[in-house]
Structures are given as C-alpha cells and as structure tokens.
C-alpha cells in the first residue's frame, strides 16, 4: 500500500509557489492529524501505473482539477480506477480564461469527464470544491460537490487567531499578473499605490517564473520605487511575506496567503479561479473585477474602485475581515478539519490491514514499483 499525494506544483516549469502552497498546507494538515503521514508526491500529469500491482493504493489530491479532460488529460492516475483504495481530492479547481458566470454555466461539461467524476463520486463520496461556482457546476451536471475551501486557506496553528493589526504607515505588496491585456492596468496600480503610499516599504511580488511581461512590469515597479520578490518555487518562499502589512494585486493565491496568516488582501480579479473565490460568500469581501468578464477586455474603472475600497478599509481599521478570518475558522472546524481525520483514519487503517496480512501471510507486502515510475522514482518534494 502507497499513500500517493498529487501535487499540482509544475517544479520544472513555472514553478508557482501558489501550487506549492496548497501541496504544503495539505501535508501539514494531515500531519496534524497523523504525524507518519508520508506519502510519495508525484506531478499530477505522471501515470501512476508503476507502483505495484500487489496492492490497492491510496490518492490524495489538493487542488484536483474537475476542467474538462480531467481523467486521462490533466490527471493521469492509473489505467485501472480498481487500483486506487481512497481517492481524496480536496480543494478541487476550474480553469477557464475568463472572469464571468459563463465560464461556469455556458461551458458544457464533456462526456467523458462527467462519467469520470460520476464515478468516482459514487465509489469515494463528493468531490470537496474550493469556491461555490464549482459546487453548482459539478452538481449541475449531477456529481455530488460541497464546499471545502482552497487547501491554501488552512493553517490549523492560526486557527481562532486575532487579526494581524496594520500599522499607521503600513509595508505593500502588489502581485503582478501575466496576462498581457492587464498591463497598463497594472501599471496604473503601481502607480496609485505609491502615490497613496508614499512613505512606505513597497513590493512586487512574482509568483511564477520569468516572462517577457513579468520583466516590463519589474522594470517599471523598480522606476516607481518597488523592490522586486520573486517567489517561484517551494511555499517557503512566502515567508518574504511575513513582514509585509498589505497585500493588493493579481495573484489568487498571493491573497489567500494574507488571508490565511490574518492580513487584509485585495484581489483584482482576472480569471474563473478568482471569479469562483469572488463569487463564494464567506470570501467574496476584498475582491474587485478587474475585467468586464471576458480575456483581453479590462475594466478601466477597476484599479480606481480597488483604491477606494482600500481607503475605505483603512478608515475602519480593516474590521470587515474579521467576518473573512470568521468565515475561514468556522470552514475548517465543520469540514477541514473532520476531513483531515477521515484521511488520516483511513490511511492507518489501511496500513494496519497490510501488517495484518502480512502477518497471516495471506497477502505480500508492496516491495516497490513492478514497472518503472512509481516510488522507486517519485521525488519527495517536502
């Protein structure tokens, strides 16, 4: 038996340290609740057929996409679905370019991914879903969904945690985006915030690796008096935010990680991920559209409403996010937390039942892969 853990982190592409942060926090929050929790992390577009045959094996998977050509296309798993013994995705996401209820209710659901989500809904139960607009997807198609929260969100030590108070003159960050339609308007953003800003530490943060735009927007931040972060990588690259007081820009999960340590956010919103996020109630407070709905068509209003909302944030001491911080306690206590400890029960339970039967010699113990790619080869990433 091999517990399997899927990570969405592209360590030899973009390396985007908001995919690493959901891998991190799934792993310390099922080690909270079982301490020998080790799995195998293996990229989520690598077969799985290698790990051997003997046994059924275990997946956990933060941040499983339900997008259109889930299962084989994003997601490889293993030709037989029979060899998978629980089946755990949390968190699970939707991709599509634009910011706007269409990207969820006029993209038609193929065939062949709702027969894939159907079944396994019916063999592992529903599929936990990081913001409402997936939920109503999924079960508008008729595959069992609740509402989970982005894995990002949780951080079991911070938990029932005041908020972090924001000084008079606080430190900044802006997150850049990488779409090339958003680039005077994140110039503009720039540009408001050291004007509203003057005598503060100021960032710009890079959450994935290098690009042609991501270098125009750090020259210019650097002009406008910004000091770069460029955070691609292992999610301990996000403790360059833990002296920063304010976060507003682009980056979904640049936000959800102010969040989660207590902070005030701002999110200008660009694509279905931060659309869904924006849509979800309990965290819809903090996000502005940054488009009129569709790639390539900004909002030329929204980085002035996203400045008024900031002003009028500032004036009553950032108070309204305690309902965002109450929001995030209340999800973890009534689903994370009851969902750790059914993972972690499972997977002790599935051990035990191997020593078992290894003991009365009625089954053999897993020795390793029986045909290359599987935990012989699978990186341990934390």
């Known amino acids: 038996m091999t517990d399997i853990l899927l990570t969405t982190y592209p360590e030899h592409k973009s390396q ?16 909270a609740k079982w301490a020998n929790f080790d799995p195998v992390l ?60 269409a990207a969820f209710f006029d993209v038609a659901m193929d065939a062949a991914t709702r027969n894939f989500l159907g079944t396994m809904a019916e063999r592992h139960g529903p599929f936990p879903c990081r913001d409402e607009m997936i939920v109503q997807r999924l079960q508008r198609n008729g595959i069992p969904a609740i509402y989970s929260g982005d894995m990002a969100l949780f951080d079991a030590d911070r938990i029932g945690r005041d908020p972090v108070p924001v000084p008079e003159i606080p430190s900044v960050v802006v997150s850049l985006q990488h779409g090339i339609s958003y680039l005077e308007q994140s110039i503009e953003l720039l540009k408001l915030v050291r004007k509203r800003f003057p005598d503060s530490p100021r960032y710009v943060s890079l959450h994935s690796g290098r690009s042609a735009l991501l270098s125009i927007l750090e020259a210019r931040a650097k002009q406008l008096g910004f000091e770069p972060l460029r955070l691609s990588g292992p999610a301990e690259r996000l403790g360059a935010y833990a002296e920063i007081d304010l976060h507003i820009g682009y980056r979904l999960h640049g936000h959800i990680h102010f969040l989660r340590n207590r902070k005030p956010s701002i999110l200008l919103v660009e694509d279905a991920r931060s659309f869904g996020f924006s849509r979800t109630p309990g965290t819809a407070h903090g996000c502005i559209q940054a488009s009129h709905g569709r790639l390539g068509d900004p909002d030329d209003e929204a980085v002035t409403r996203a400045m008024a909302f900031l002003q009028g944030q500032i004036e009553r001491g950032f108070a309204d996010y305690e309902k965002v911080f109450g929001f995030i306690d209340d999800t973890y206590r009534q689903v994370i937390d009851p969902a750790m400890e059914r993972i972690a029960e499972h997977l002790q339970r599935s051990r035990e039942t191997i020593r078992q039967a290894a003991g009365d010699g009625s089954a053999a113990v897993p020795t390793g892969d029986d045909g290359g790619g599987g935990e012989a080869t699978a990186s341990k990433m934390d």
């Open 16 to 31: 985007n340290v908001g995919d690493a942060l959901i891998t991190a926090s799934t792993l310390a929050l099922v080690r």
């Open 42 to 101: 293996f990229f989520r577009e690598k077969s799985l057929n290698g790990f051997t045959k003997k046994v059924r094996h275990n997946v956990i998977a933060p941040g499983f996409s339900v997008t259109n050509d889930t299962y084989p296309g994003l997601y490889s798993l293993f030709d037989d679905l029979d060899r998978i013994d629980g089946f755990f995705p949390l968190g699970c996401a939707y991709q599509h370019v634009d910011a706007s209820p």
